[in-house]
T-cell receptor
Framework: GAGVSQTPSNKVTEKGKYVELRCDPI?????LYWYRQSLGQGPEFLIY????????DSGLPNDRFFAVRPEGSVSTLKIQRTERGDSAVYLC?????????????FGPGTRLTVL | QKEVEQNSGPLSVPEGAIASLNCTYS??????FFWYRQYSGKSPELIMF????GDKEDGRFTAQLNKASQYVSLLIRDSQPSDSATYLC??????????FGTGTRLQVFP
């Protein structure tokens, strides 16, 4: 079946602009996660949704970052007033309720470049 | 001290050898431990998870966990050039987020 999909695959923007990154999880997966991976680093947790609600947003670096999942499926990560330090690959993962949050399947990521 | 530490490598092993990848973690409350493989430019792919002390084998892969020493390792037997990738160790405590190390780059040469 289809895996986690993310759009766009690449996004180039200018400093100060607003961007939206989209994640479509595997069908039936109730849990959805956003991570950010900088070059040479491991993924860094941002936020976790269980259904429509954010169960843990402790990883969001500041109030410029916001994420929604209004219908419990697709999620959008929103970044306001982008900064060069926001450049990274943004990864989305999802997990099935039966397997729990241990088996997280990652999407291909969105590479964000802030000029 | 980082929460999850890995040697960045590269670890170079000849084809057919055993590759040994190591990871230490700082939170004694960690409950679940994971190894992900990440090819260059691709997303992480789950290889194995382990919860209990001891060894867990899956094909050519063996995960080893020692909670007393806060140490988890991954052994890859009969290493192949296709195993060349970055291997990420991840840990989960009593929350649902994964804490990743920086990864170890493995190179298997023919």
């Amino acid at each position: 079946g289809a895996g986690v999909s993310q759009t766009p695959s690449n996004k180039v923007t200018e400093k100060g602009k607003y961007v939206e990154l989209r994640c479509d999880p595997i069908s039936g997966h109730t849990a959805l996660y956003w991570y950010r991976q900088s070059l040479g680093q491991g993924p860094e947790f941002l936020i976790y949704f269980q259904g429509t609600g954010a169960a843990d947003d402790s990883g969001l670096p500041n109030d410029r970052f916001f994420a929604v999942r209004p219908e419990g499926s697709v999620s959008t990560l929103k970044i306001q007033r982008t900064e060069r330090g926001d450049s990274a690959v943004y990864l989305c993962a999802s997990s099935h309720p039966e397997t729990g949050t241990d088996t997280q399947y990652f999407g291909p990521g969105t590479r964000l470049t802030v000029l | 001290q980082k929460e999850v530490e890995q040697n960045s490598g590269p670890l170079s092993v000849p084809e057919g050898a055993i590759a040994s990848l190591n990871c230490t973690y700082s939170d004694r409350g960690s409950q679940s431990f994971f190894w992900y493989r990440q090819y260059s430019g691709k997303s992480p792919e789950l290889i194995m998870f382990i919860y209990s002390n001891g060894d867990k084998e899956d094909g050519r892969f063996t995960a080893q966990l020692n909670k007393a020493s806060q140490y988890v390792s991954l052994l890859i037997r009969d290493s192949q050039p296709s195993d060349s990738a970055t291997y990420l160790c991840a840990v989960k405590g009593n929350t649902d987020k994964l804490i990743f190390g920086t990864g170890t780059r493995l190179q298997v040469f023919p």
